[in-house]
Each structure stands twice: as C-alpha cells, then as structure tokens.
C-alpha cells in the first residue's frame, strides 16, 4: 500500500495535505514541461482512445464521411489539432500488443504481457506484481475520475485503467474491483459507463475462458454489485432515458445484459442504448461537478472489433460514433479552457491500406504499425513527436500535478541468498531512494539505497516475515510485507526427457552413431490455469565437454503440456548425459534461476 494515510474522497486531512503540497511543489515534475510551464493550468483530462484506430481508419473516415473546406474534407478528429505525433505500441513479450497490455502501459507506465491487466510481467523474477494506473494516482490527489466505452465495462482497455488482474477475460473479479478498490476505500470512480451488465448482478454472472478454452479463474460469486454501488449513492442508468435524466455526482451505466452496445450501423429506430458522444457529455456533465478537476478515459471500442471482421460499413459507422464523442469533448472544453483533450489508439486492427476509395486489408488481427496522438488545449505541445506507450501515463501525471508513487518490488527471499529490491515510479526507475528492512515492531535491521537502476539488494540471516519500506523526498511512500523462507518452489515441472527417432517412435537409450533423432523436453506449470515464459535448453554432454546444444523460448501452461523438440545427429560414440533445463526468459533486469528442476537422462552411442 501506499502510504499516504487513509484520506476520505473530499475529506482530506489537511495537515498531511499541507505535507503532500509542500513535497510535491518543490520537486520537479517527471516530465520537463508540465503544467507548471503551461500558460493555463491542467485542471482536467479527456483522453479518447480510439481502440484499434491507426492512421489509415481516419483517413477512411475523413475522406468518406468529412465535410468539404477550402483545404480538403474534415471531420471532428481534425478539430483536435495544437499537437500532433504518434505512439509506439509493443507490449513486453511482442511487437503486436492485445488491448490489455497496451492500457497497462498508456495508464501506468509499464510494459506487461499480453492479456494482464494492471500488473508487471508474470513471468519475471519480481513481487508484487501490482503497479498503480494514473486513474488511481488521480483519486488519490482528490480529483474526480471516469471510465466511458462501448464495449464491456469490464472490457481489457476501460479495466486497464483500473484493475489489477493476471487476465483480461476476469471480468467478473474486474467488476468487484472497481468497487472494492475505489468505492469501498472512499475514492470512488465517480463514472462508470458501458456494456455488461450481468458481471454485476448477483444471479447470470458468467464462467470465462482463455485462449485455449481453459476456465479462468473469477470470482464467479454471488454479490449484487449494483446495490453494492447504489448503496455509496451511486445513480444507475440502463438506457438513454435515464442516463440523461441522471444528475447524481456519482454514475453507473450498464446499457446492455451481456456483450458491447449495439453498433452505430446495425441501429434501428427505438434502440434505448445512449451513444457513445451521449455518454460522454453526461460522463463530462458529471465529473465537472468536482472542483478539483477530473481524468476520464473515454473508449470507441468497436473500432477494433470492426477491424477484426474488416468490415468496412462497421467500422465507418464506430468512426462517426468515436468522432462525435470528440466534438462531445470539444464543445465541453470550449467553456472549460483548463481541460486538455487527448485523442489516441492503443494499436491499429485490420493492416488497413486506405486509398482512392478502395479498402486493403492486410490482416484480421492488430499490426505493430504506430497509432497517431493528437491533442488539444492546455499541455498539448508535450504530445508533438513520437513517443512510446509508456509515455502518455508520465506526461499525463506531469500535466495534472499527480503525486509520484514508488513501486516497490522484490525477488524471491529465501534464508541467507541475496533478495534484490527494485524500485521505480510510472515504470521508470529510481535512484537513491532508502529501504528499510524491518522486523517485529520498528526494528530496522538495515537501510538499503537504491542504485541508478532502481536496484538494491539484502540477505536475510532468518526466516519470518518482514517489512520492507521505501521512501524518497517527493513520492509517495511504500511498504511491501514479505516472508523469508527456504529456497523457493520451482513454478514448473519438466515431465519428460525423451529420445525419439526420425518417425517420432521412442528410441531409447542406446543410438547409432550417424542418425538422425529427436531430443524432446515436456514441462508443465505447477499451479492451475497459470502460465509463464521460459527458455528451454537441451544439452548434450561427455563428462563436461558439450557435444550439443540447443534453446528455444517455451510457453509453459498446466495442460497441455508444453514441447521442446532439437534434431540430434550424434557424431562420436560413447556414453553421454542429456541434460534439460527450463530457465526464466531473456531478460534485461531479471537475474538467471531455474524454473523447473533439471532432467537427466545417459545414453549410449554406438
């Protein structure tokens, strides 16, 4: 946790809001520029994301539904015009990012594997997973905050700004979050609104799976979250009528049973869904009434889904929905100048080549190519060139004063090894900053200082449990409970090191020189529904002399198991050990360990 004390919404303490100012205004802002060189403040951010919006699905729109000017046909989008650059969008593990992983890293700083939502890399040596969203930042500074899309409520980019969950398809346990981490805690997400509403209810709550048809874990329970949400003085809306009737300071829409909003072009007369430029006003509307100021991610979501189907009428239809909600946007900051517009994608959908009229397809799944940035108002100069994913959640943070969190992580600690510490803040690292590690009741057995990558070690001479604690002038405190124990469990197993010859036939353990064989690796991960990446290595030796070797990157699930299969063509005879060998992945900041025990097995040349 971070702390900062356990401050109600509005209900600040002001000796330590006297502190908190007094820090935050002496230190300089993570981003050179911020608001404090701004002509007018940054009050309140509208970051729109086109999901699956590339270069191309504008140009489309703009050509086949702008209106015409003396320079050419314009729409909307065009209106959102003092900046204007581009995003890359890679996620940790790809050059081609799901949804998940690019909102992880556009609302807290950090690159993560496809599918997790609000968490660093599974798969990585460090603990806790947890990293704080830009949405969470602003709660806790006192401002008021939104989530607005088309899709699923509970879909990968509206939760990527808010929850912490290994996969995306957990939409129930999504659901309980934005509830239990916010509104409970008395920093509610002031709007809420979407698709979906059966994640909410405490009967029809559905079971989901992953990509491989697994069941993912969820909490699949019975809790009526929707009175859960009306009992903190939540507004609910179910359709247009009562979204537009609402004027709570607090609001819940969850416009369809189950699945996205109807889209733009299969509406027919009567539909009750608000579109998505109503949403938005209303979400405006609502978040305005803070004094303080608010941040509100706002997603045309079925712009991507349009592109997966490449289906041309689909996507010209989310564009104009996407688009008016931009002019929803523009028409608020007229009256309100201190607000800065964002317009982004988290990745492009469909390879799409737009030209003369004719739509070219390229793929049926997201590209690697950049997605465009524009901006709007008040800080919008720092948006002007090229800049990475991970970036928007820093500039963001700068532009509205947040206060600076440290992440505190730590690697496994067994007795008498070195645990290292890794410490950063938006996915930077942090240098200088103390750790102290406690035990019991105040009792520092030592401060650590981080290095210029945000590392630092300690060996703990017990077992038990322990505090580590980290602090620098200017961010936000953090503590991290840990527990020293003996070498820590492998996550996997390798169940299986066989030999096979050329017709993939068992072929045991005495081989002919000459041949061709098959030497084959099976792991599995040892906890349910888990998976992580590791590098497998098969290894052929004479005593110490290697004769042989071979590694490939392996995703390692439960079931089925994962296989690593090298060609081995033995050219001296004798008696050798095969040795196999699952490892964590390459990796920059992760020190070397073994995932599973290594397998042995003697063969015979002849």
């Not at 490449?310 to 239809?317: A, F, I, M, Q, T």
């Not at 991970?390 to 007795?415: C, F, M």
């Not at 030592?446 to 980290?470: C, I, M, N, P, V």
């Not at 527990?483 to 492998?490: A, E, Q, R, Y």
């Amino acid at each position: 946790m971070f702390r900062k004390g356990n401050k109600g919404k509005k209900k600040l303490f002001t000796c330590l809001l006297a502190v908190v100012f007094l820090l935050t205004s002496l230190v300089p802002a993570l981003i050179p520029g911020s608001a404090q060189g701004n002509q007018t403040e940054v009050k309140n951010v509208i970051l729109l994301i086109g999901d699956g919006m590339g270069f191309e699905q504008i140009e489309a729109y703009r050509d086949q539904s702008g209106w015409t000017t003396p320079v050419g046909k314009m729409v909307y989008l065009d209106e959102v015009n003092d900046a204007a650059g581009k995003m890359t969008t890679r996620s940790a593990d790809a050059d081609i990012t799901d949804s998940a992983a690019a909102a992880t890293a556009m609302s807290t700083g950090y690159k993560t594997l496809n599918r997790i939502l609000g968490m660093t890399p599974d798969d990585d040596e460090f603990l806790p997973d947890e990293v704080p969203h830009i949405l969470e930042l602003a709660e806790l500074k006192g401002l008021a905050t939104g989530l607005v899309a088309t899709s699923q409520i509970c879909h990968a980019t509206p939760a990527g700004f808010a929850a912490h969950v290994p996969h995306r398809n957990q939409f129930n346990k999504i659901a309980s979050q934005y509830f239990d981490n916010f509104a409970v805690q008395d920093y509610p997400i002031e709007v809420l609104l979407g698709g979906e509403k059966r994640n909410f209810t405490a009967t029809g709550r559905p079971e989901y799976y992953n990509e491989a048809g697994k069941k993912v874990k969820d909490a699949n329970d019975s809790r009526d979250l929707v009175g859960e949400f009306q009992g903190k003085g939540y507004s609910v809306a179910e359709n247009a009528s009562q979204l537009s009737a609402a004027n709570a300071d607090r609001l819940l829409g969850l416009f369809t049973e189950k699945e996205g909003l109807t889209p733009e072009h299969q509406r027919q007369a009567g539909n009750p869904e608000p579109h998505l430029s109503e949403m938005t006003a209303k979400a405006l509307e609502t978040l305005a009434k803070d004094p303080d100021g608010f941040f509100v991610m706002i997603e045309g979501s079925q712009i991507d889904w349009a592109g997966h189907a490449n289906d041309v009428p689909y996507l010209l239809g989310e564009m104009q929905g996407f688009d008016l909600a931009v002019k929803a946007a523009l028409d608020f900051q007229k009256n309100h100048p201190e607000t800065l517009i964002i317009v982004t994608a988290d990745h492009e959908c469909g390879g799409l080549n737009y030209e003369n009229g004719l739509y070219m397809w390229g793929s049926k799944d997201h590209t690697a190519a950049p997605v465009p940035v524009l901006a709007e108002g008040p800080g919008a100069s720092l948006f002007s060139e090229t800049i990475d994913n991970t970036d928007l959640p820093r500039k963001i943070a700068s532009l509205l004063s947040l206060d600076k969190p440290l992440v505190l992580q730590h690697s496994p600690a067994p007795v008498n090894q070195s645990t290292g510490f890794q410490l950063s803040s938006l996915g930077l690292p942090v240098s200088n900053a103390l750790v102290n590690i406690i035990k019991g009741a105040g009792n520092v057995l030592a401060t650590l200082t981080s290095d210029a990558q945000g590392k630092t070690s300690y060996t703990f001479s017990k077992e038990g449990d322990y505090l580590a604690r980290a602090d620098k002038y200017g961010y936000l405190g953090k503590e991290v409970a840990l527990t020293v124990g003996s070498v820590p469990g492998m996550v996997a197993t390798i169940t299986g090191l066989l030999v096979q010859d050329n017709q993939n036939q068992p072929a045991g353990t005495t081989l002919s020189k000459g041949k061709p064989y098959y030497l084959t690796l099976k792991a599995k991960h040892n906890t349910p529904g888990s998976s992580v990446q590791g590098l497998s290595i098969l290894e052929v030796l004479q005593g110490t002399q290697p004769f042989f070797l071979n590694a490939a990157r392996l995703a390692v699930s439960e079931t089925p198991p994962a296989e690593f299969t090298a060609l081995y063509q033995p050219a001296t005879a004798g008696s050798f050990e095969v040795k196999g060998f699952l490892w964590n992945d390459w990796s920059t900041s992760a020190a070397w360990r073994s995932l599973a025990e290594p397998k042995e097995l003697t063969i015979s040349i002849n």
